[in-house]
């Protein structure tokens, strides 16, 4: 029997797949959790993700898949932590509903270089109000564009993998807050396909249990570094210590890319801080710094982003990067 509670979410960080791209701290971390489990955590839901079928991340992913779409009672999948029952009709601050839906499932080549082509999967709705945000209108509403069928997105996918892209990714929105879709997805996705979770690390420690092993590389959003910046624009509270927990544990557990746009007018506020914690914190982490913002959206609420990133702004924050050795890719 599956709870609808989060009490067993304890048990599922330690039962992970090794699939092909699973990396090897985690399948270390995954023998000692299994060495030092005692009977009470066994008799858990999560123990038949490893214990049936340990190799098989469709597996896992499937398992996971049910148990996040019954979390969908209380649901806390990103740091809102708004704890409505979805199923019953109730609505968070993302007013995603039960079932999820698309609005752009297409091969892309304007992610980074080592991704791309990728099968990129665009989840509809969000749990951040980014003012500036690219995507806006689909991006916010989780009832944009198409019904999200698993088995019909994952006959694409495998389509364009036939036909030469490295990697596939699945983004928004914010995919956070389609945790059983986003799953389902994975477990009919080829063992050896190359999975990108394109995330803005708003989600919560139980979305990270549901997700860990799930995807080779985390492709997370460092939108603002302050908290004052991430109310204004995006209107998050506490957002820096979300952000930086989500950081720290996706670069421990996967490939971690952390992405960073620049706004103008926001260089010594939000910049100058997401690079030094970067520098002090991830080491040697790949950092892309985008510097094609453009006043989409909402943004014109905002006097500072009425306009493009000036040439000059872009060349002080490449210095910044450069004075504190940060690893920049394209």
């Known amino acids: 029997m599956i709870c609808s509670t989060n009490s067993r979410l304890q048990d599922i960080g330690a039962y992970k797949g090794n699939a092909p791209g699973f990396g090897l701290r985690r399948e270390a971390k995954r023998h000692a959790a299994l060495a030092g489990a005692d009977e009470i955590s066994k008799s858990g839901v999560a123990v038949a993700l490893c214990h049936r079928n340990p190799k098989s991340r469709a597996f896992v992913a499937r398992e996971r898949a049910r148990i996040a779409r019954a979390m969908l009672v209380d649901c806390r999948f990103c740091a809102h932590d708004c704890r409505v029952n979805r199923l019953a009709g109730e609505n968070g601050l993302c007013h995603a509903g039960t079932e999820a839906r698309f609005f752009c499932a297409q091969t892309e080549v304007s992610d980074e270089l080592e991704l791309i082509p990728t099968f990129a999967v665009a989840l509809s709705g969000c749990d951040l109000r980014c003012d500036f945000c690219i995507t806006g209108a689909a991006s916010w509403n989780p009832r944009a564009g198409a019904g999200f069928e698993a088995r019909e997105m994952a006959a694409k996918a495998k389509v364009a993998l036939q036909h030469g892209v490295r990697t596939i990714m699945v983004l928004g929105g914010e995919p956070t807050i389609h945790l059983p879709a986003a799953l389902e997805f994975v477990s009919l996705l080829p063992e050896t396909a190359r999975l990108i979770w394109k995330t803005n690390a708003h989600g919560s420690a139980q979305a990270r249990k549901l997700l860990d092993g799930m995807f080779d590389v985390w492709l997370a959003d460092f939108k603002f570094g302050n908290d004052a910046c ?25 490939e971690l890319i952390v992405r960073h746009l620049l706004m103008p007018g926001h260089m010594e506020c939000c910049w100058q801080p997401v690079a030094e914690w970067l520098a002090g914190n991830l080491p040697g982490v790949k950092v892309n710094l985008r510097s094609g913002f453009w006043p989409a959206w909402q943004a014109g609420r905002h006097a500072e982003l009425r306009r493009t990133l000036s040439e000059e702004e872009s060349d002080k924050a490449r210095r910044i990067a450069e004075k504190l050795c ?5």
């Open 326 to 330: 940060l690893r920049l890719i394209c």
């Open 230 to 254: 991430a109310q204004r624009l995006a209107k998050v509270p506490d957002y820096i210590r979300v952000v930086k927990d989500n950081l720290l544990w996706a670069d421990d557990n996967s």
